[in-house]
């Protein structure tokens, strides 16, 4: 078993900075990538920022000079640090990481999503 817990979410003002985590724990043999997406209500989920094992790490560009980032390979974590929010940024934000089990089984996992509401 596998799981994805993330935290850190809430509500901040415009051009506020928020910091999401995401750990990963279980029968963990391996961590190819890690990443968070997003939803807003009525959208599609969108890639926010991924990482992968070798620090390679991509943004798409409405978040690029906004958004970062950071892996800790040795506690399974990732975190993604946001700042200059903008109300368009609110969204059910979830961690998604790519996971290889002690049995060699490589899975798709996804957390249970945190709030991140941008408001006055």
């Known amino acids: 078993q596998v799981q994805l817990v993330e935290s850190g979410g809430g509500l901040v003002q415009p051009g506020g900075s928020l910091t999401l985590s995401c750990a990963a724990s279980g029968n963990i043999f391996s961590i190819y990538t890690m990443g968070w997406y997003r939803q807003a209500p009525g959208k599609q989920r969108e890639l926010v920022a991924e990482v992968r094992s070798g620090g390679t790490m991509y943004y798409p560009d409405s978040v690029k000079t906004r958004f970062a980032i950071f892996r800790n390979n040795t506690r399974n974590t990732v975190y993604l640090q946001m700042n200059s929010l903008k109300p368009e940024d609110t969204a059910v934000y979830y961690c998604?990481?790519?996971?290889?089990?002690?049995?060699?089984?490589?899975?798709?996992?996804w957390g249970q999503g945190t709030q991140v509401t941008v408001s006055s």
């Open positions: 998604k990481s790519s996971i290889t089990t002690m049995n060699r089984i490589q899975n798709i996992y």
